[in-house]
C-alpha cells in the first residue's frame, strides 16, 4: 500500500519515521536546531503508548537511552552537536555493549557553543569515533524531508541487525524544510526481532549481563577482535550511495546531506550548460561507500562540498584513483552554500585546475 | 543437622573481590538476602559501576548491567521506564554518587523515579588508591589531601540522605551503618523497606550506608568498625529521613 503523501518538516518526518520502524521511547535535552523533532516525539509519543522524557542533561539522556536499549526496546535520543559531544562517552559504552539505538545529530556550527545556522562540521566525530576505543557506529545522511523519514524507520532493523548504535546525522536546514512525504507503513510490534541478550529479569534462565567492561583482559581483546569482525560485515554490506550523470562525467562533486541538495542543483545547471558534471552522494557515511569511486571512468577531478573545511574529503582521498585530484569546496561556522556558488566551483575546476 | 546459614540463592559463587574488613561485603550480602525474602529474583535488575564494585555484578545470580561511572540512576530510569514490571537497584559509591554523578542522582530523586539506590559511603575513593570523596570528612587525611580536608580550601562533606530527603516529595530515604550486629540488622529492614517502596510504586528509594574501608583509612578492619562510630557523631546521623506515607508497615518492621 502507498500512502498518500503529507507536508511535514524534516523533523517530524523523522520523528514519524521512527515512530513507524517501531521505536516507542525517547529520552533528550532541548537545543536548537532539533527542537522540532524532539517537540514532534513529546506530542506524539504518548499518542502511540510510547515514553518521552526529557532529562536532565545530554549526558542523562544517553545513559537513559542505554537503559532502555539494555531490555531489547526500541529506543532513540536527538541532540545538536554541543549535546552530542557530551553524548560521547555514552556512545562508546553502547558500542562496547552492542546496544542497538538511534542517535539523531541534528548538526549546528561549531566549535564551541558555535551558532545554530547548519553544518556539516560533526562528521569525522561521527564517522572516525568521537568517544574513545575503538568503534564505529552506522552513520546515515539524509538528503531530504522523505529520507529523513525513510531512514529514521530503517534505522532500528540496522541497529537491532548489527546489535549497534545507528546515527542520523541531518542539519537544521534539513529538519525545518517541509517537503511532500510518504510516510512507510508502521511496523507490527509484535514482529520485532526477538533479543535474548537483554535484560528483563533472571526468570527461568540463566542471568543475562550488559557489560560495559569485560572482566578479563582476554575477554577485552575478544571483544574487541568480534567488533571488529562485525565492523567488517557492515563495511560489506551496508554501504549506501546515490550515484548521478556519472556516465560521460568529468567532473564529479561528491557531498551528503544539505550540500548534495545544493550540489545537485548545481550539477543540473552545469549539464545545462554543457558541461558534464556528475554527483555522488553518500547515504551512508560509516561505512563510506569507496565501491562508488572503483571505476574511473572518464573523470578527471572530484569536488568535494561541505559546509565544513574539509573532512569528507579525507574519505574522498582514500576511496579514489590516485591520479584523479579532489579539490574541497566549503567553509565551517555555518555557511551554507547557494547553487550559484557550487556552479561557479565547478566552472572554475573545469575550466582551470585541471580539465582543460 | 539443621543449616543455620547459606549464602543467599540470588548470589553466586564468585569470590568476594573486596579487601579484609571491606564493609562492600557486607552490603552485598544484605542486598541479596532481602531479593531472596522478598522473592523478586526473577524480577530484579541490579546496576553497578566504576570503583571498587566495578566487579560486584559477578556476586549476583540477576540480570546485572555494568556501566558508566556515575549514569547508573539514569540507566536505572531507562530500563524502569521501559520495563515498569521490573525492581531496578542501582549499587553506587560515594564517587559515583556524590561526584560524579550528583546531577543523575538528584534528578532522578526529583523524579520520584521508582528505582531504589543504595550508595556506599566510606568517605574515601578505595579503587584509585584512596583519595578524597565529596563525604571525606574534615580533618580527614587522604591520598589527595595528605594535610586532611580543610573546609576552607575543599568545601565540606555532603550529607547525600538529608539532600535527598529534601528535594525527593515520594521517596524513601535512610542512612544505616553497617559496624555491628544491630546497625547491620537496621540496615537489612532499610533495603526490605527500599525495595518495598518501589515495589508498591511508592516512589524513589535511596538507602545510604557507612561502611568500613580498613585499606584506605591505614586502620584495622575492628578499628575501622569503631571509625564509623565516629562518621556517624561527627558528620552523618543515622536513622529514615523520609518514609513514604502508606508504606505498609504491616509487612516490615520498623527500622
Wanted: charged share 20%; net charge neutral; hydrophobic share 40%.
Amino acid at each position: 500500500m502507498v500512502n498518500e503523501a503529507l507536508l511535514l518538516s524534516g523533523n517530524e518526518a523523522l520523528g514519524e519515521g521512527a515512530i513507524r520502524g517501531g521505536c516507542r521511547f525517547f529520552y533528550g535535552y532541548p537545543i536548537t536546531p532539533q527542537g522540532e523533532l524532539f517537540e514532534y516525539l513529546a506530542r506524539r509519543l504518548p499518542e502511540v503508548g510510547g515514553t518521552f522524557l526529557q532529562s536532565e542533561s545530554e549526558i542523562a539522556a544517553i545513559n537513559m537511552v542505554y537503559g532502555t536499549a539494555a531490555t531489547g526496546k526500541r529506543v532513540m535520543t536527538a541532540s545538536s552537536s554541543p549535546g552530542i559531544s557530551l553524548m560521547q562517552e555514552g556512545l562508546s559504552y553502547l558500542a562496547a555493549t552492542q546496544l542497538p539505538c538511534l542517535i539523531v545529530n541534528i548538526m549546528r556550527a561549531g566549535p564551541g557553543l558555535g551558532r545554530v545556522r547548519p553544518s556539516q562540521a560533526d562528521y569525522l566525530q561521527a564517522t572516525k569515533g568521537g568517544g574513545h576505543g575503538d568503534y564505529h557506529m552506522i552513520v546515515l545522511a539524509p538528503a531530504s524531508a522523505q529520507e529523513m523519514a525513510d531512514l529514521g524507520f530503517q534505522a532500528f532493523a540496522l541497529a537491532d541487525n548489527y546489535r549497534t548504535p545507528v546515527m542520523i546525522l541531518g542539519d537544521g536546514m534539513l529538519g525545518q524544510t517541509m517537503e511532500p512525504v510518504a510516510l512507510p507503513e508502521a511496523m507490527d510490534l509484535s514482529q520485532l526481532p526477538p533479543k535474548p541478550w537483554a535484560v528483563t529479569g533472571a526468570r527461568g534462565r540463566e542471568r543475562n549481563l550488559v557489560l560495559a567492561a569485560p572482566y578479563t583482559d582476554d575477554e577485552l581483546i575478544a571483544l574487541n577482535a568480534e567488533l571488529e569482525k562485525k565492523y567488517a560485515s557492515i563495511e560489506a554490506q551496508e554501504a549506501r550511495w546515490e550515484s548521478k550523470l556519472l556516465d560521460d562525467a568529468e567532473v564529479v562533486i561528491v557531498a551528503f546531506g544539505t550540500s548534495a541538495r545544493i550540489a545537485e542543483d548545481a550539477v543540473l545547471k552545469a549539464r545545462e550548460e554543457g558541461l558534464k558534471v556528475g554527483l555522488i552522494r553518500p547515504i551512508t557515511l560509516w561505512p563510506f561507500p569507496k565501491e562508488a569511486f572503483d571505476d574511473p571512468r572518464n573523470i578527471r577531478a572530484y569536488i568535494v562540498v561541505e559546509m565544513n573545511n574539509g573532512q569528507m574529503l579525507e574519505d574522498v582521498r582514500l576511496a579514489k584513483h590516485r591520479d584523479i585530484p579532489a579539490y574541497h569546496f566549503g567553509h565551517g561556522g555555518g555557511w551554507v552554500p547557494s547553487t550559484q556558488d557550487v556552479y561557479r566551483e565547478v566552472v572554475d575546476v573545469h575550466e582551470r585546475k585541471c580539465v582543460r | 543437622m539443621t543449616q543455620l546459614y547459606i549464602r543467599p540463592r540470588s548470589m553466586s559463587d564468585a569470590a568476594n573481590p573486596y579487601c579484609p574488613g571491606c564493609g562492600h561485603g557486607i552490603a552485598h550480602k544484605l542486598i541479596g538476602e532481602v531479593i531472596d525474602e522478598l522473592g523478586i529474583s526473577e524480577r530484579v535488575i541490579g546496576i553497578v559501576s566504576a570503583g571498587c564494585s566495578v566487579r560486584s555484578w559477578r556476586l549476583y545470580r540477576l540480570d546485572m548491567v555494568l556501566t558508566a561511572h556515575g549514569r547508573s540512576p539514569a540507566v536505572a530510569t531507562g530500563i524502569k521506564r521501559a520495563r515498569p514490571e521490573n525492581l531496578v537497584f542501582a549499587y553506587q559509591g560515594d564517587g559515583d554518587s556524590a561526584a560524579i554523578g550528583l546531577s543523575e542522582l538528584m534528578h532522578a530523586a526529583l523524579r520520584c523515579e521508582g528505582i531504589t539506590i543504595f550508595m556506599i559511603n566510606n568517605a574515601i575513593y578505595g579503587a584509585t588508591g584512596g583519595q578524597a570523596a565529596p563525604t571525606t570528612l574534615i580533618g580527614q587525611k587522604t591520598t589527595s589531601y595528605p594535610l586532611g580536608r580543610d573546609p576552607n580550601y575543599t568545601g565540606f562533606p555532603i550529607n547525600m540522605a538529608e539532600a535527598i530527603a529534601g528535594i525527593s516529595r515520594n521517596s524513601y530515604v535512610a542512612r544505616v551503618a553497617l559496624n555491628n550486629v544491630r546497625n547491620v540488622l537496621k540496615a537489612r529492614n532499610a533495603v526490605i523497606r527500599a525495595f518495598k517502596t518501589q515495589e508498591e510504586g511508592r516512589g524513589f528509594s535511596f538507602v545510604e550506608m557507612l561502611s568500613s574501608c580498613p585499606t584506605g583509612w591505614h586502620m584495622t578492619p575492628p578499628e575501622s568498625l569503631n571509625r564509623i562510630n565516629e562518621m556517624i557523631s561527627q558528620q552523618y546521623p543515622l536513622g529514615e529521613f523520609k518514609v513514604p506515607r502508606a508504606l505498609d508497615s504491616s509487612m516490615i518492621k520498623k527500622l
